[in-house]
């Protein structure tokens, strides 16, 4: 194993695990958990890319580097990791704003809440078992959650491989531990099935895009091309139509309909 996949081998003792990091709803009544529900529209991520005006339509590779500006971002004021920021970010449409406001109003219930804790709050390492809970074999090195619950190179492939299948709920995946409620991110993909990063990586970035009110994947069957507009006017006017290139079809930026104008899209799906 390289040293790389080293790093992310997290190793508790039992006392440690997951298990003693219980939500406590009880202040549940102070605290809103609903960012969108707070603020239905959080302010859109303005893609750096995108400097005239209108809707261009970029590939998707474009994009990554706009998501990935957001989450260096995010990570440099909360100081936790980028793996758990992405989660935090997913929970409130990318919004930066509303998530520092949740953040630092508690912390920690956010955190556990949203299944981040273990991976913000990292405690000492422990001798590694070396007995799979899953498939009780003892032949293949461990890898370990930040939860402190480790399975086997062969279980955790497994396990990630058939996560991947079932679509983009696979961002939501949580630990293979019964009841543990941490979210396996994209560094267990990465040590325990590279060959399925891409894939969960482009789920990442379909949160990213959906959640942006500047941002609409192309309708096409298929494809990974993406309508952006340079600000929230160039999606709301009346021309706001985007042209793919690689599918050859037209389409409302906005709601991704067929061209609607003069109709605005709400009349439309009235």
């Not at 389409?251 to 609607?260: G, L």
């Amino acid at each position: 194993m390289s040293d790389s996949e080293y790093e992310y081998e997290y190793e508790y003792s039992d006392a440690d695990e997951c298990s003693d990091y219980p939500v406590d709803d009880s202040d549940d009544d102070d605290m809103e958990w609903d960012g969108v529900n707070d603020n239905p529209n959080p302010s859109p991520v303005i893609l750096g890319t995108i400097k005239e005006a209108g809707i261009r339509m970029l590939p998707a590779e474009d994009v990554i580097p706009e998501m990935k500006r957001c989450l260096e971002d995010a990570t440099e004021i909360l100081g936790v990791p980028a793996a758990a920021v992405a989660v935090l970010l997913r929970e409130y449409k990318w919004s930066k704003e509303i998530l520092l406001e949740k953040f630092y109003s508690n912390s920690d219930k956010l955190e556990k809440k949203l299944g981040v804790y273990a991976r913000c709050n990292p405690v000492p390492m422990k001798k590694s078992s070396k007995t799979c809970k899953i498939c009780y074999d003892d032949e293949f090195p461990m890898i370990a959650m930040p939860c402190g619950h480790e399975f086997c190179t062969g279980c955790w492939k497994e396990f990630v491989d058939n996560a991947i299948s079932e679509g983009p709920s696979c961002i939501q995946k949580t630990c293979p531990e019964a009841n543990c409620s941490e979210l396996m991110s994209e560094i267990e993909v990465r040590v325990a099935a590279p060959n399925s990063l891409p894939k969960f990586e482009s789920y990442q970035l379909r949160s990213f895009v959906e959640s942006n009110t500047l941002t609409r994947w192309c309708p096409g069957p298929g494809c990974e091309r993406i309508a952006c507009a340079s600000s929230t006017s160039a999606m709301e006017q009346a021309n706001n139509v985007a042209h793919c290139d690689l599918c050859d079809i037209s389409f409302c930026a906005k709601c991704a309909e067929e061209p609607h104008s003069p109709a605005n899209c709400k009349d439309l799906a009235r």
